[in-house]
Every structure is written in structure tokens, then in C-alpha cells.
């Protein structure tokens, strides 16, 4: 159902997903199982639009998303406006490099050093 939600928002331009030069649309959602990575450009008014669809989300499906275990990351311009981002979704800021499902995470190109 979120992916439903996200897709037509992103047919709307309420929000718009990152990368959209090397994949249709833009990567926006990354699932695995009950863990979601959602990838958004700076923009405050499209933050303000995943927020509200979040929230539809819960009252659609009864589900709960639990915004205060959850963390934002940021990097280049939208550092200065990460208060401002973390106050609309009620979340954590975390910071570069992480895990996800083992994996570490980064903004800039991760190397293979054996």
C-alpha cells in the first residue's frame, strides 16, 4: 500500500525520488522485510508531503510507524536545514557512515580494501 501511495505521489510531483538520470522516476523506497530507507531530495515542501503520506499510511493500514526509532541522514546542502527536517518527522538525526543489513552506508563511494 505505501508503495502505492509513494507512486502516485511521485505521478502528482508531490514528492520525487533521487537519481531520477540513472532510474525511472528516481529511487524513493528501499524495503527489506520491516526495515525502509526512504531517499529524498532537499526540499522542505516535499519532506512536508512524505511526512503527510506517512501519516495517511498509518490511519490507511492501521499500522504504526515508530518515527522516534527512526533517523535521518544527511548530506551536502541539506545539512543546514537538518533541525528543520527532523522536526516535521519527529526523528533522530544519525550520522554517516552506517549499517544497513550489514551493509555500510555512506554518501560518498565506499572502497573494497581487503
Avoid at 502505492?4 to 529511487?27: F, M, N, T, W, Y
Avoid at 526540499?43 to 492501521?62: I, T, V
Avoid at 515508530?66 to 536545514?81: D, M, V
Wanted: net charge neutral; hydrophobic share 40%.
Amino acid at each position: 500500500m505505501l508503495a502505492i501511495l509513494i507512486s502516485r505521489a511521485k505521478e502528482d510531483e508531490q514528492i520525487q525520488g533521487v537519481i531520477p538520470h540513472l532510474l525511472d522516476d528516481g529511487l524513493s523506497v528501499f524495503w527489506y522485510a520491516d526495515n525502509t530507507i526512504i531517499f529524498m531530495d532537499n526540499d522542505l515542501e516535499r519532506a512536508k508531503n512524505m511526512k503527510l503520506l506517512l501519516c495517511a499510511f498509518e490511519q490507511l493500514s492501521g499500522l504504526k510507524i515508530n518515527f522516534y526509532k527512526s533517523e535521518l541522514f544527511y548530506y551536502g546542502p541539506a545539512k543546514a536545514n537538518q533541525n528543520d527536517y527532523a522536526q516535521n518527522f519527529g526523528c533522530n538525526v544519525g550520522l554517516f557512515p552506517f549499517r544497513y543489513l550489514g551493509i555500510p552506508l555512506h554518501h560518498r563511494k565506499l572502497m573494497n580494501k581487503y
